[in-house]
């Protein structure tokens, strides 16, 4: 008879060494013995790792705890000259242990989520980001009158700008200087925005409270052109107090001529995430969108619409995905079906490199088609055509593409493709389809029902789009293996 386990209770703080890593960043501390082990998983962990931790979940055979506090760093950290940030767990991870990682995390999810068998016989090549910092083109930084005091370990009421706390939705940490991830000039100049915010006598939103002034302050930012868009997203409580030409003007003072734009949009759903349906906009300075060049195309960007995080790296992102398009076939032509396709980068890339074929991009995001029309009008594309709408909708006012699409490309967000949706997708009877993720977990179960389908996993590649962050991006080539079958 194996020996009892005791099952830690919910709300039960604990201690324990980190002994792996799960995707998601997800540390797991194992209690019991080899033969009977009881897991529990703590997010923001790393292997190696002593921490103090609560119990906020409990199953018969796993927990999931919330991390209190490391009590010992460990020994595969090194130091580094960034603050860390809750959105990077892996930052003081070296580059080559992050890409191993992160490799057996996406051949552990394809085997069971996605129920294949010997994943790592199907990998083509694990693709490296051109750049592992100050890589990305995009941040989001959250006012709060939460904040967080590192030295005492406190929560304090005091007026707070960076990012939400590991585990919190309502306490946020100061950035207090380069992340490593975004603009080094820019995030070391974040202080003195800060300053000038608590100077107008104006809140920071009280998330709990659901009231205040300052809320959020988004940057996109060139890299083609070194510049930035900055939305500054505020309550209309006391707006007329806000004096939005000195905010131009502080903005301008700090950064000179690197700014493109500065908008200010006012939210007053209770909500963080932005309905920009039921927002205003007003640019203050400059333009409401932002150019960037990838593979000698230009792109122009709304601050809500899609684009890839690390533009560098997309780079290799779109020319792998191309070659998976046009795989053992020399003749280029037909019809290329783009879903969720965002700005367009994907469609227009493919278009432009091959004059025969046709590409019909679809997204729901409205600005972001716009900005795909636009782009295509000015790069000079005739042969790309884009459509506003929900994909599964979208196939069904479309009946014509049964059986007339060469390539299906699948590049939806981190909740992968809906089943209602996956089984229009399948009634296409694409010979070919070419999934892009963000998301090992939901792409690995897409894939196991694409391939109950009747459809086969050719091959797959990884692409280390965010460095330091537990993300990973995948792009798989399937091709049709038999006769369709559509599943209920």
């Not at 490799?103 to 085997?111: I, P, S, Y």
């Amino acid at each position: 008879m194996g020996k009892v386990i005791l099952i830690p209770k919910k709300g039960e703080v604990m201690e324990g060494k980190i002994e792996d890593m799960a995707y998601g960043g997800k540390g797991i501390v194992k209690i019991g013995s080899k033969k009977r082990e009881y897991i529990i998983f703590i997010s923001n962990t790393i292997i190696g790792q002593i921490v103090k931790f609560k119990i906020i979940k409990k199953k018969d055979n796993y927990a999931e705890g919330r991390l209190i506090e490391i009590i010992k760093k460990s020994h595969i950290q090194k130091k580094r000259r960034f603050q860390n940030i809750s959105g990077a767990p892996y930052t003081t991870l070296d580059i080559s242990y992050q890409q191993t990682l992160k490799k057996q995390q996406v051949f552990d999810l394809m085997k069971r989520i996605g129920g294949i068998q010997n994943p790592e016989k199907k990998m083509d090549s694990f693709i490296k980001s051109p750049k592992i910092w100050h890589y990305r083109n995009k941040m989001d930084y959250s006012f709060s009158s939460i904040g967080f005091n590192k030295k005492t370990k406190e929560i304090v009421d005091e007026f707070s700008l960076g990012f939400k706390k590991i585990n919190t939705w309502w306490i946020v940490e100061d950035l207090e200087k380069d992340s490593g991830l975004f603009d080094e000039k820019w995030e070391n100049s974040i202080k003195k925005i800060k300053e000038y915010c608590i100077s107008t006598n104006l809140p920071a939103w009280n998330i709990p409270q659901k009231k205040g002034f300052f809320r959020n302050l988004i940057i996109r930012k060139s890299v083609d052109n070194n510049n930035f868009l900055i939305e500054l997203i505020t309550s209309s409580e006391n707006i007329k107090k806000f004096n939005t030409e000195d905010f131009v003007k502080k903005i301008l003072s700090i950064h000179q001529s690197r700014i493109h734009g500065i908008i200010h949009t006012t939210n007053d759903n209770i909500s963080d995430r932005v309905d920009y349906s039921k927002t205003e906009s007003n640019i203050l300075f400059g333009n409401d969108k932002i150019n960037e060049r990838i593979l000698g195309l230009n792109f122009e960007i709304s601050m809500n619409s899609f684009f890839q995080t690390n533009p560098q790296a997309a780079e290799k992102l779109y020319l792998k995905v191309h070659d998976y398009i046009f795989e053992n076939e020399l003749k280029k032509s037909g019809l290329i079906l783009d879903l969720f396709c965002g700005t367009g980068t994907i469609a227009q890339i493919i278009a432009k490199q091959n004059k025969n074929i046709k590409v019909i991009g679809v997204d729901i995001t409205k600005d972001a088609i716009e900005n795909a029309k636009k782009s295509a009008k000015n790069n000079n594309i005739k042969n790309v055509s884009f459509f506003t709408g929900d994909v599964g909708k979208i196939i069904e006012l479309n009946p014509s593409f049964k059986n007339k699409i060469t390539c299906i490309i699948l590049d939806p967000p981190r909740s992968g493709v809906s089943k209602k949706s996956l089984k229009k997708i399948i009634r296409l009877n694409s010979n070919r389809i070419v999934y892009v993720s963000c998301d090992p977990s939901t792409k690995s179960r897409d894939l196991n029902f694409l391939i109950q389908s009747g459809y086969k996993l050719v091959k797959f590649s990884i692409i280390d789009q965010f460095p330091h962050t537990y993300h990973i991006e995948t792009i798989s080539l399937l091709e049709k293996d038999q006769k369709i079958v559509y599943l209920d």
